[in-house]
Structures are given as structure tokens and as C-alpha cells.
């Protein structure tokens, strides 16, 4: 049913509830994560033809597929490719972050892909990999620098999106005990990281690391 459909069916209308979504879809804080903005990695993928004829969409494919000797054979011949983006701005380095391929997260970011790339809705690679609980890849980028704390356009941190999912327990982990983390940083709708995992998941406790006596020393 369409908006336009619930606004003509009175008997229907929860004024409050659809109240709320127009304040999320505006991008204005309300009582409801922004899903207009979060960003699920929902990529249109390239006929096989398309593929093999187009270099760009080929980089992306063997990124995002974990195909090494392939992206690894491209980036020695066109080392360029190694920052292309898609439609919505996704480089080779987020689509292997989100699934996980830490051997080629390693070798595009030896090739020198851009760790801070952006995508239509300022989501960065750490923001890939933390909200598909991607532990061992969000490590490797917060060695390789990514800033812990850099927020997408609706204000998600690497923590508020692993605190959104009930089973990323190893990257709330990694991420809390991370020297820089700040877990007092709000996102659009007003919520911290906490709020957001004691509504979502059984793992909200771990917040308890995040002590002077136990975190570094800001």
C-alpha cells in the first residue's frame, strides 16, 4: 500500500506511526532508524556480458566475488581500476569489505584504493564491513587508518550499524576496544550506539568495555 493509499484509508492511519516514517524518510530525527538512508548493500548486478566487455564493471565484480588472480591480473595491467565506483559510488574496496574477502581487501589496498571512498549515502568501506559483522576486516582497516568514528549522511558510525545487528558480537568487540572510539556520537534520529544494541540485541553489555580502567585513555 502506497503512502498516498494510507492517507485516504482513515481507518488505517496510525498518525503517530506514519508521522515518524515521513520524519526518517526526510532524514529528520524521529523515533525510527533512517532505513531510507541505511544503506543494505542492495547492488544491481551486470548481465555476464557486460562483465567481460566493460573493465569497470569487471573490477567490480571480481572484488565483490573474491576473484584475486582476476582483480590482481586487471590492477598490474589498468592500476587505475583500483578506485572505479558503480552507479551509487560503491568502489572494489567496499563490495570486498561487505563480504568479507580480507585477502583482497589487503591487495586493493596495497594497490592503493582509497580507504575513505564514499558512496551516495557517505557510507565508507568500515561502514560495509561493520554492518555485515565483518570483524576481521574491520580490524585490517582501522590498521590501515580508517577513522573509527566517521559517520555516514545519516549519522552512523562503524558502531551504531554493528550495534543495529543482533549477531555482531566480534565487531562490536573490535570495535569498542578501539582507543578512539567514541561512543557517545549520535546519529540523526538522536541515538547513540548503546540505545540502538539494547534494542536490538542480547550483546548490548559488551558497552561495558568502554571504561577508563579498561579502554585507552582519551
Not at 543494505?40 to 556480458?49: F, L, S
Not at 598490474?76 to 578506485?83: S, T
Not at 564491513?129 to 558510525?157: C, I, K, M, P, Y
Given at each position: 500500500m502506497s503512502l498516498a493509499n494510507v492517507y485516504d484509508d482513515a481507518e488505517n492511519v496510525n498518525t503517530e506511526v506514519l508521522e515518524e516514517v515521513m520524519r526518517a524518510k526526510k532524514g529528520d530525527?524521529?523515533?525510527?532508524?533512517?532505513?531510507?538512508?541505511?544503506?543494505?548493500?542492495?547492488?544491481?548486478?551486470?548481465?555476464?556480458?557486460?562483465?567481460?566487455?566493460?573493465?569497470n564493471k569487471r573490477i567490480l565484480?571480481?572484488?565483490?566475488?573474491?576473484?584475486?588472480?582476476?582483480?590482481?591480473?586487471?590492477?598490474?595491467?589498468?592500476?587505475?581500476?583500483?578506485?572505479?565506483?558503480?552507479?551509487?559510488?560503491?568502489?572494489?574496496?567496499?563490495?570486498?569489505?561487505?563480504?568479507?574477502h580480507?585477502?583482497?581487501?589487503?591487495?586493493?589496498?596495497?594497490?592503493?584504493?582509497?580507504?575513505?571512498?564514499?558512496?551516495?549515502?557517505?557510507w565508507q568501506p568500515l561502514h560495509s564491513a561493520a554492518r555485515w559483522n565483518q570483524a576481521s576486516v574491520v580490524s585490517l582497516l582501522l590498521h590501515n587508518g580508517a577513522e573509527v568514528n566517521v559517520q555516514t549522511?545519516?549519522?552512523?558510525?562503524?558502531?551504531?550499524?554493528a550495534a543495529s545487528e543482533p549477531d555482531s558480537r566480534e565487531t562490536l568487540e573490535t570495535l569498542l576496544?578501539?582507543?578512539?572510539?567514541?561512543?557517545?556520537?549520535?546519529?540523526?534520529?538522536?541515538?547513540?550506539?548503546?540505545?540502538?544494541?539494547?534494542?536490538?540485541?542480547?550483546h548490548f553489555h559488551l558497552f561495558q568495555i568502554h571504561d577508563p580502567s579498561v579502554n585507552c585513555l582519551k
Amino acid at each position: 500500500m502506497s503512502l498516498a493509499n494510507v492517507y485516504d484509508d482513515a481507518e488505517n492511519v496510525n498518525t503517530e506511526v506514519l508521522e515518524e516514517v515521513m520524519r526518517a524518510k526526510k532524514g529528520d530525527p524521529s523515533k525510527f532508524p533512517s532505513f531510507w538512508e541505511e544503506d543494505e548493500e542492495d547492488i544491481d548486478q551486470p548481465a555476464q556480458w557486460e562483465i567481460d566487455r566493460d573493465p569497470n564493471k569487471r573490477i567490480l565484480w571480481a572484488a565483490e566475488n573474491n576473484h584475486l588472480e582476476i582483480a590482481t591480473s586487471m590492477l598490474k595491467d589498468q592500476p587505475d581500476l583500483v578506485n572505479v565506483r558503480d552507479d551509487d559510488k560503491y568502489s572494489p574496496l567496499h563490495r570486498a569489505c561487505y563480504n568479507g574477502h580480507i585477502d583482497m581487501v589487503r591487495m586493493l589496498l596495497s594497490r592503493g584504493a582509497d580507504i575513505q571512498a564514499r558512496t551516495i549515502d557517505g557510507w565508507q568501506p568500515l561502514h560495509s564491513a561493520a554492518r555485515w559483522n565483518q570483524a576481521s576486516v574491520v580490524s585490517l582497516l582501522l590498521h590501515n587508518g580508517a577513522e573509527v568514528n566517521v559517520q555516514t549522511q545519516g549519522g552512523q558510525t562503524a558502531l551504531h550499524l554493528a550495534a543495529s545487528e543482533p549477531d555482531s558480537r566480534e565487531t562490536l568487540e573490535t570495535l569498542l576496544m578501539n582507543c578512539y572510539i567514541d561512543v557517545n556520537m549520535k546519529n540523526a534520529a538522536g541515538e547513540i550506539p548503546s540505545d540502538i544494541c539494547r534494542r536490538t540485541s542480547k550483546h548490548f553489555h559488551l558497552f561495558q568495555i568502554h571504561d577508563p580502567s579498561v579502554n585507552c585513555l582519551k
